[in-house]
């Protein structure tokens, strides 16, 4: 590898492999190993999208992320490129409140140089970027199991939507016209989309802050071919007005076609523009098809927006086939800090509930550790780590491992956990209800940076 800027060396691994930053002249090396990494259809041929992503992040003037926010494994013998992964920070929202992100992405190590440890490694520098930029959490898509290994916990909903195919398309009678036309945003459409997605972000428990940088990333300078990439495109009435926006792959997904989002004016009938919508999806993929090497006729329509979405409610008969969602994984590394952030989410609650002005004393057992809440009429006053006595499960309510991150972010209920995990327990009612009261079961819908 030739290169004209010096490498920033993190650590030395032995053997002749060295922890390092990307670079700038990484580009294409960096490029081509995650393109071979990650392609799990077609070993042996690099992943395009996957290689383009990867660009993106690098050569790309990317909001959040850049050359130097890549971890590399070189083997100093041959300069090759034998393990990577990159941070993505980012702001996300607890019931509305800000907090940092981090996440990591296209974690691969060459087959030839795994369970060495290198991984770990990276995580570890990650992580500690991560901790310096003030981020709380941390938050990463993949395999099943491996991430838990580096202390994340498979906590909130990944993708999954509704799906109807050919035979649910609602169809135009031959004297009606179409009532909403669907056309490409342009950068003045900007506005108008981001307004709409932080109300849609409303219905979410957590969601993904968006600024202005980021929505231009998006529409005008991701590459067509970028993984990630999403088409966005805005809903117009009769009239030329603006009334939605709907955002898609720029691809197909063999014979179907998505919306990976979908938001309309609160003063706009899901019930009428949902059809309009449909055979807009349909049209693309018609269109989208003719450009790809094995192109597959139209069979189905969907809306990829996580468990919960207005559009399901209203054509329930037109969506049939129910995909559910995989996980994100999380780290909370300083759960108190966390806890502290969303306290006024948290005091919200209360009041609301039937326990307003509440005082008392919670104290969590995570067996190996726990987390001790403080409550002063309805002010969470003290929230502190709390270490178990010597059998682990004192204290008024109890969650294995990391299990409790599934109550705080909304996924599972007291009553989903206990049914998973027997070791789950609470001591009295006022104990449940008031668990019940701070973490109630809510849908997030996540469209993170990447």
Known sequence: MTTTTKPHILRHLGDGLVLRR??????????????????????????????????????????????????????????????????????????????????????????DYRNRGLVRAQFEVVHQWSAERGELVQAITGIPYYYRLFGYEMTVALDGGRAGYAMHVP???????????????????????????????????????????LWHYELEIRSDLNVNRVALFIIENQAGQPVGFVGTPPFTWGEAMMALLYELKPSVSWLEVTPSVIRFLEQRHTELSHSQPDPKPFGSFGFWLDEEHPVYHVIPSRLPRKRDPYNWYLRVPDLPAFIRKIAPVLEARLEASYIPGYSGELVITFYKQGLRLVFDQGRLSTVENHRPGPVGYEGNAGFPGQTFLHLLFGHRSLDDLRTIYPDCFWRSDETYYLLQTLFPKLPSHIWAVS
């Open 171 to 213: 169809r135009l009678k031959p004297e009606e016209s179409e009532p909403y036309a669907i056309r490409p945003a342009l950068p003045a459409d900007i506005p108008f989309m981001m307004e709409l997605y932080e109300l849609g972000c409303k219905r979410s428990l957590l969601a993904c802050r968006r600024d202005e940088a």
């Open 22 to 111: 990307g670079t700038l002249d990484d580009l294409e090396a960096l490029a081509d190993f995650n393109g071979n990494i990650h392609n799990d259809e077609t070993p042996g041929m690099p992943d395009a999208r996957v290689a383009a992503w990867t660009r993106d992040l690098i050569e790309k003037p990317h909001p959040t992320c850049s050359a130097g926010d890549f971890t590399i494994v070189e083997d100093t013998h041959t300069g090759q490129i034998v393990s990577s992964l990159n941070l993505i920070s980012q702001t996300w929202t607890y019931a509305g409140v800000e907090f940092g992100v981090g996440r990591p992405e296209l974690v691969g190590t060459h087959p």
